[in-house]
């Protein structure tokens, strides 16, 4: 049974293009979040929710919009991709007030 | 200065040798400090908790120093399969602040 599963695992898209990626968690974990890691390795948070809820929005273009329609879902939707955007795309999870990330197996985006 | 910075390597080392990293953080009100390790083309996955009184779990042994801002992790007898990047994160305050990951030391073991 995977923990946090996310689809697709690999996207090639065209700049300009809407796309989105898909996250589920099956550990009843209250907490969830989306990751950026760059083609340099640095992985920086982009967005948390807890229990549906926008807890935290680092500084992320518009573009980039979460969806939530339960605390075992968390949607990453992208407007207008640019080249900028390709990386790879890691959802986690945690419990609340527990500060361990298990991450799902990464979506990676490539725009061309 | 980065929040949580460390030598991005790469470390080369023999089989059995024993290898030490380094990193440290910017934040002294940090509260929660870890080791995730990350496969090449994986997600992070969590190696271990850092506690002030340092901390073994078999071959890895990991410490914080809070005066100087410093974490370690020592991996003694290295394996290849110990061959990834090892990722010092920290967490800034208690509850729903983010962890901040640094940018990862490589390993690799060779035969």
């Known amino acids: 049974d995977t923990a946090v599963s996310q689809t697709p695992k690999y996207l090639v898209t065209q700049m300009g293009n809407d796309k989105s990626i898909k996250c589920e968690q099956n550990l009843g974990h209250d907490t969830m979040y989306w990751y950026k890691q760059d083609s340099k390795k640095f992985l920086k948070i982009m967005f948390s929710y807890n229990n549906k809820e926008l807890i935290i929005n680092e500084t992320v273009p518009n573009r980039f919009s979460p969806k939530s329609p339960d605390k075992a879902h968390l949607n990453l939707h992208i407007n207008s991709l640019e080249l900028g955007d390709s990386a790879v795309y890691f959802c986690a999870s945690s419990q609340v007030g527990e500060d361990v990330l298990t991450f799902g197996a990464g979506s990676r985006l490539t725009v061309l | 200065r980065k929040e949580v910075e460390q030598d991005p390597g790469p470390f080369n080392v023999p089989e059995g040798a024993t290898v030490a990293f380094n990193c440290t953080y910017s934040?002294?009100?940090?509260?929660?400090f870890f080791w995730y390790r990350q496969d090449c083309r994986k997600e992070p996955k969590l190696l271990m908790s850092v506690y002030s009184s340092g901390n073994e779990d078999g071959r890895f042994t990991a410490q914080l120093n809070r005066a100087s801002q410093y974490i370690s992790l020592l991996i003694r007898d290295s394996k290849l399969s110990d061959s990834a990047t090892y990722l010092c994160?920290?967490?800034?305050?208690?509850?729903?602040?983010?962890?901040?990951f640094g940018k990862g030391t490589r390993l690799s073991v060779i035969a």
């Open positions: 934040n002294s009100a940090s509260q929660s």
């Open positions: 994160v920290v967490s800034p305050l208690l509850g729903n602040t983010p962890l901040v």
